[in-house]
């Protein structure tokens, strides 16, 4: 046997695995390093976070990933060059992380990269009938393997697409394993770029759960605060609360084919970007409105769609508890605005289940590995969206 996969197996049966998720979304604020101690698996995964970064990009390196970033059209040659300096960015940050630390590569057991998103085109953006669902992540699993000497799963979203799925989102996998509850309805409401959320029922019947992209959650916000402001992100809702609604705006906003589809739904920052910013604004004539009040309504924006597919999936009168993760959950202004657009329902973070929302979605990363290395395939039955799969491609260090 090689002694590669002899190495595979050997760390693959061990009663607790030293795992290390990682997660860039579309906000490239950074990557996100979660390391984890896993043992079990399946409904018995018990999962605890050692040590939680987020290894910052440099001003340089964010430029060239929105180069090659949600766009039809780009350098394919840059394509192929970012998808090497991508990976080897990330275990640079890896090495150095485990070296703050205090612990040795050869400690830890598997990485779980999700890679760098570049471009998500479901059918539902693509509209083209001869082609199936697509997404696309770089930031290739064997340099992170070689550059770390450690067992890497990556490309998670691929083998979903494949068994039916549009690649995201994906986090009611790990959602499923590591929160739900007897007795509690729970909605894990992950705000980063694009809001999603996984209802866990209280019955832990997975035959009832639900998964879903909702919308635009920061990445309109952001991408205006860049433009406008040279700010990364509208920190503590500062431009935001200093501005006030336009609703004509965001009835503009708000009316696209996107919100009125089927649960469950992908989508991403080739739908929502700058020029959908530009189109509902010349729709309603408010082109010329203060740069605060676009910023107020882009949030509204954002809160009014969550709460409404929140409220079109369980009513109105919503009492579901409802936990945080994400970016999004440190925007005061958003916060309180669902808040009271869904009264009825309680607002929390995943600090109350003992996972730092800020680390949550690279925590998920390390239960999917933790699935396709000791685990098996969630019976999800029939449900729209969820096939019943282990992800992640193996590559190893040598």
């Known amino acids: 046997m090689n002694k590669q996969i002899q190495n595979l197996y050997l760390r693959a049966n061990k009663s607790e695995r030293l795992i290390i998720g990682l997660m860039s979304g579309t906000s490239m604020d950074g990557l996100d390093i979660a390391l984890c101690k896993v043992k079990g698996s399946g409904a018995n995964t018990d999962i605890e976070v050692l040590e939680f970064k987020t290894g910052d990009f440099t001003a340089d390196f964010r430029t060239k990933i929105k180069a090659v970033f949600s766009k039809k059209e780009v350098d394919l040659q840059l394509v192929c060059l970012m998808n090497e300096l991508i990976a080897d960015t990330h275990a640079q940050l890896i090495n150095e992380a485990l070296k703050e630390w205090g612990y040795q590569n050869e400690q830890i057991d598997f990485i779980a990269s999700h890679g760098q998103t570049i471009f998500h085109a479901p059918k539902s953006l693509h509209q083209m009938e001869d082609y199936p669902n697509g997404t696309l992540q770089i930031g290739d699993g064997d340099h992170v393997a070689v550059k770390t000497g450690i067992i890497t799963l990556s490309d998670f979203r691929q083998k979903h697409l494949a068994a039916g799925g549009e690649g995201a989102p994906l986090a009611v996998y ?8 007897a007795g509690e309805d729970r909605i894990m409401l992950n705000i980063g770029g694009i809001a999603n959320f996984t209802y866990l029922p209280a019955s832990l019947n997975a035959d009832e759960i ?27 809702a500062a431009i935001g609360l200093s501005g006030n609604l336009n609703l004509d705006l965001l009835s503009a906003l708000i009316d696209h084919d996107f919100f009125a589809a089927d649960f469950p739904k992908t989508t991403g920052p080739e739908l929502f970007n700058l020029n959908y910013l530009d189109a509902a604004q010349k729709v309603s004539g408010t082109a010329d409105l203060k740069k ?13 769609i969550i709460a409404n597919a929140i409220q079109r999936c369980f009513g109105k009168e919503s009492k ?59 019976d999800f039955g029939n449900r729209k969206g969820i096939p019943s799969v282990c992800m992640g491609k193996i590559s190893l260090p040598e």
């Open 174 to 181: 790990g959602d499923y394993l590591i929160f739900s509850k």
């Open 210 to 236: 639900f998964s879903t992209d909702v919308g635009p959650g920061n990445t309109l916000m952001d991408q205006f605060m860049q433009q406008h402001f040279n700010q990364f992100y509208d920190q503590n």
């Open 292 to 304: 605060e009040d676009v910023m107020a309504t882009l949030c509204h924006f954002s809160a009014q």
């Open 320 to 378: 579901v508890r409802v936990f945080m993760s994400g970016g999004g959950m440190h925007n005061p202004l958003l916060v309180s605005l669902l808040k009271e657009l869904l009264p009825q329902s309680s607002f929390v973070t995943t600090h109350d289940l003992n996972i730092n929302p800020d680390a949550k979605e690279a925590v998920l990363f390390a239960v999917l590995a933790n699935e396709t290395l000791c685990g098996a395939p969630i």
